[in-house]
């Protein structure tokens, strides 16, 4: 045989044995594993429109797949697993993972492939997207609601708990058929619904029902027990229903709980469906993701109805267990958040009342008067202070040298700049001239601070503040708060005001208290309503009150002092003492005469009226500050006149009532 000949057979034979190999090697697995991977990211795509299917159409198998996930509201996460064969036959499972709500749902299904020609084709069956899934059933999702965490108040008092109330409305069991659209429209009528709505609302109820049309916490003058019983029908039902203690008990600063809005849910990222519950404003919609908790789920399997009016069957098919929300600890008082909201029941203008413990700087009423208009007026508010702001202008000039004794200037007017200040109508002519800083204080005088201002620099009184608590961070507050605003430059007829709380010196009710509890406590006070604000973060922490009534070390900070800049001096004992000194002779020798007979120990004040507006004469907001023993309080009123003649009877009210 020639070299040529045999060469080509050698290569003949290699080809022959290559050949057979692959052909033995490829049992079909690449493609199967191939067709596998394909099936399960269409499954993810929710689209197996371009799939060899059998069992069913492959458009109709498509709708199927969208018909039985489209109550899921998700697209799910599906891998292939690993691939027997047996002969055409290919066999393989489908992990699926899905996101459902917070919880995540696992399960593997089994699916197979037949290879038909050169291609491997589904085999179809509603089981391939779920086990045990039947033709003609889709998964829904059901929400299973958290219990929501509570919000309690000082020494773990529950604001919102199980309280009587009247169920009025018509029992269809006491009153005639031909009776009941009558009673209906009296009974509308009587609880001031809409007539229409609610007699259709009891004509479309059956013959026994009760249907009801308001819920009372109580009878009123207008809406008797009489007055029900009198209409056909007519009925009230002692029941129980968690509420707090009024209507609006804290509700500026609480916030309320209701159905999430479009807004809100386009807003969580995801973490708000429609229907889901939710916190709006306050602290219910700060510490939303802690109060909330995290409801369960169920996927379930509705079958199709058989005939009309059968109620279909339904499956189970995953459930998670909800994870009910932690409870917030506040330091709120209930009896005296409710006394200072019944104190400014009857004030028209926007108001305030902000009482704190001096000693552990805890805020046991922030109440927001009804002319607020559910406005948080008590932390969030900003006004100019008036002659509260004295106390800054007392303790500056004390760093000066200055005390008690010293004797200031107090003319009946002054002029600073082409500007024209005085005095307050009706202040005592007996208190003009060369006076003591105390009896300057305890009227008020207006003059005697503003000669000062050469004397008290604009920083000065900036550090001042920030000695008393004022215009700095508040770390345990946990609230969103106004803690005031001291400018540290000003010059001119800006400085002048300032020293007398106008110009560009703004304050909230709780600053104005923060600055009389300092003085009180002798050293700056932090304030402090939520007790355990890290438990957003870490919900096996519950902070609680140690014996100073401070938070434990494991909340945002245990310290009683503000965050303040290095350089500011805290107040001593020593000023703050002679800051009592003065604040009560305001009772005592001063123009707040009225509050000696508070009951109890003995009351320091400070008033203050500070204008604002272009109107002639202009608009005053009216102001007090008051100690009393272990309690610093502060009354704001927007539009009252004068601080002694409006903020102060409400004070004494207040005071009084507090015991």
């Known amino acids: 045989m020639g070299k040529l000949k045999k060469h080509r057979l050698v290569l003949g034979l290699v080809s022959l044995v290559m050949a057979g190999s692959l052909t033995a090697c490829d049992d079909g697995r690449a493609g199967a594993e191939g067709a596998a991977k394909q099936l399960a990211s269409s499954l993810a795509a929710l689209d197996v429109g371009q799939l060899a299917v059998e069992g069913k159409d492959a458009a109709a198998a498509n709708d199927q797949l969208k018909a039985v996930f489209e109550g899921l509201g998700a697209k799910p996460e599906v891998a292939s697993g690993d691939v027997k064969l047996d002969g055409d036959i290919a066999t393989f499972p489908l992990n699926y993972s899905w996101n459902i709500g917070s919880a995540k749902w696992e399960y593997s299904s089994e699916a197979t492939l037949k290879k038909s020609g050169d291609k491997w084709a589904v085999q179809w069956t509603p089981a391939l997207l779920a086990p045990e899934l039947s033709e003609g059933e889709t998964l829904s999702v059901k929400t299973v609601p958290a219990q929501r965490g509570q919000i309690l108040g000082a020494g773990d008092a529950p604001i919102v708990e199980d309280r009587p109330v009247f169920r009025v409305g018509i029992d269809k069991t006491k009153v005639p058929a031909e009776q009941a659209d009558a009673s209906a429209r009296a009974m509308a009528a009587l609880l001031g619904l809409d007539a229409e709505e609610y007699a259709k609302q009891v004509a479309a109820s059956g013959p026994q029902a009760f249907v009801e049309g308001i819920v009372l916490r109580a009878y009123t003058a207008e809406i008797t027990e009489a007055k029900i019983e009198a209409i056909p029908g007519g009925s009230s039902i002692l029941d129980s229903m968690a509420l707090a203690p009024t209507r609006t008990f804290a509700r500026a600063l609480l916030g309320s709980v209701g159905q999430a809005s479009a807004e809100q849910i386009e807003n969580s990222n995801g973490a708000l469906r429609a229907g889901d519950t939710t916190g709006t404003g306050g602290l219910q919609q700060k510490y939303d993701s802690l109060l909330r908790g995290k409801d369960g789920v169920e996927v379930l399997a509705t079958s199709e109805e058989k005939s009309e009016g059968e109620t279909p069957e339904t499956k189970v098919f995953f459930s998670s267990l909800p994870s009910p929300g932690t409870t917030l600890k506040t330091t709120l008082d209930l009896k005296l958040q409710q006394l200072a909201e019944e104190t400014l029941a009857g004030v028209g203008p926007a108001s305030a009342i902000v009482a704190l413990k001096p000693s552990t700087g805890a805020v046991l009423a922030a109440a927001s008067g009804p002319g607020s ?46 500007r024209t200040f005085k005095n307050a109508e009706g202040y005592p002519e007996s208190s003009l001239g060369s006076v003591t800083l105390r009896d300057a204080f305890a009227h008020s005088c207006n003059t005697a601070f503003i000669n000062a201002r050469d004397a008290v620099s604009q920083d000065q009184l900036e550090s001042a503040a920030q000695a008393l608590g004022i215009a700095v961070e508040a770390p345990k507050l946990g609230a969103d708060a106004f803690l005031g605003s001291v400018p540290g430059a000003a010059e001119g007829t800006e400085h002048a005001a300032s020293m007398i709380g106008q110009g560009k010196v703004l304050f909230s009710p709780l600053s104005a208290a923060v600055m009389a509890a300092s003085v009180a406590n002798g050293v700056p006070v932090s304030p402090q309503l939520v007790l355990n604000p890290d438990a957003a973060q870490n919900p096996s922490a519950s902070a609680t009150p140690t014996e100073s009534g401070t938070a434990s070390p494991s909340s945002a900070s245990a310290s009683a002092v503000p965050v303040s800049p290095a350089s500011t001096k805290p107040i001593t004992k020593e000023e703050a003492a002679a800051l009592s000194d003065m604040m009560r002779a305001v009772v005592t020798s001063g123009h707040a005469g009225f509050l000696a007979e508070v009951p109890g120990t003995p009351v320091g004040a400070k008033t203050g009226t500070a204008e604002f507006g272009n109107d002639n004469p202009p608009k005053t907001h009216a102001w007090i500050v008051a100690t009393h023993g272990d309690l610093a309080v502060a009354v704001f009123v927007e539009e009252g006149g004068l601080g002694a003649t409006t903020s102060g009877p409400l004070l004494k009210s207040f005071l009084t009532a507090a015991g």
């Not at 007026?377 to 000066?400: C, E, H, W």
């Open 373 to 418: 208009n559910g406005y948080n007026t008590a932390l969030l508010g900003q006004y100019a202070p008036g002659s509260t702001f004295k106390i800054v202008d007392s303790l500056a000039m004390f760093r000066n040298g200055a005390t008690p004794d010293s004797k200031v200037e107090c003319p009946s007017t002054l002029t600073v700049d082409g």
